[in-house]
């Protein structure tokens, strides 16, 4: 008779013990992800969209698209203050510059996740092409007519004439599309995530790690000498995801529709 309630109770009070739980059968079956996530680097700011495929426990294969900014380390804002209302901008800087990239990557999970109170630690490494688009920046130059007179002209940088207090501020970012050059280069990207989201099949994770991006020539960022052709970094981003029914794979949009009432 004690042998029927053992069995009773564990029937009974089994599903409810387990409700913070990952069933290890199901999670098994759904690691197949889609995440977005949005990163700052050291010079600059990246956005990364990634397709994840598990091919084993704890082992996922993934591909990835992503669109950064870059920055020259000595980038300062100014204003000219003898004109009221000035816009800012950066003084010598010749280009903006942005990358759109592709690759493919590995992910391994180090530490498990047991429940879903906890963080599960992976790392990753990505690698792939780049295309890196150069776009020169104009910006209002004071141009004196006479003496006591001036207009305002829209020019490219040109570090031999141009000095702080002859700049009003930034053109306009369209100004300069028809003349941007194009850098092909190559990215390597490493570094640890760590998943703490509460719903088995949703995903929140914070990566910290670093990359490298390597181009063909010196990218002209700024009018002087110390321009790159390697861009070394460290980032920290926030990533959110959709654990992907491989029978019925919606899209990363589905996280913000209304599910129907069952």
Not at 156 to 185: C, M, N, V, W
Not at 210 to 228: L, R
Not at 255 to 260: A, K, S, T, V
Request: hydrophobic share 40%; aromatic share 16%.
């Amino acid at each position: 008779m004690r042998l029927w309630h053992i069995v009773l109770f564990l029937v009974v009070c089994g599903p409810l013990a387990a409700q913070g739980d990952i069933d290890p059968q199901s999670r098994l079956f759904w690691r197949n992800e889609r995440s977005l996530g949005g990163a700052l680097n050291s010079d600059g700011w990246s956005v990364i969209y990634r397709d994840l495929r598990q091919i084993k426990p704890s082992h996922r294969y993934f591909l990835e698209g992503s669109v950064e900014g870059f920055k020259h380390p000595k980038e300062l804002k100014l204003t000219n203050y003898y004109f009221q209302g000035s816009g800012t901008f950066v003084f010598g800087k010749l280009n903006s510059t942005w990358t759109i990239g592709a690759g493919a990557g590995y992910q391994r999970e180090i530490f498990e996740k047991r429940d879903l109170g906890g963080v599960a630690v992976s790392w990753f490494g990505s690698g792939g092409a780049t295309l890196l688009f150069a776009k020169p920046i104009y910006y209002e130059i004071i141009v004196l007519v006479g003496q006591d007179y001036y207009t305002v002209e829209e020019q490219k940088f040109d570090l031999t004439i141009h000095q702080p207090l002859d700049i009003l501020s930034k053109a306009s970012f369209f100004r300069g599309f028809d003349e941007i050059k194009l850098y092909p280069g190559l990215y390597a990207r490493s570094g640890f995530s760590f998943e703490y989201s509460k719903n088995d099949r949703v995903t929140h994770a914070i990566e910290v790690g670093a990359s490298i991006h390597a181009f063909a020539k010196t990218i002209p960022i700024m009018a002087t000498e110390d321009n790159k052709q390697f861009f070394p970094q460290v980032f920290v981003s926030y990533r959110i995801g959709m654990i992907v029914d491989p029978l019925n794979p919606g899209g990363l949009f589905r996280l913000f529709r209304r599910q129907p009432q069952e």
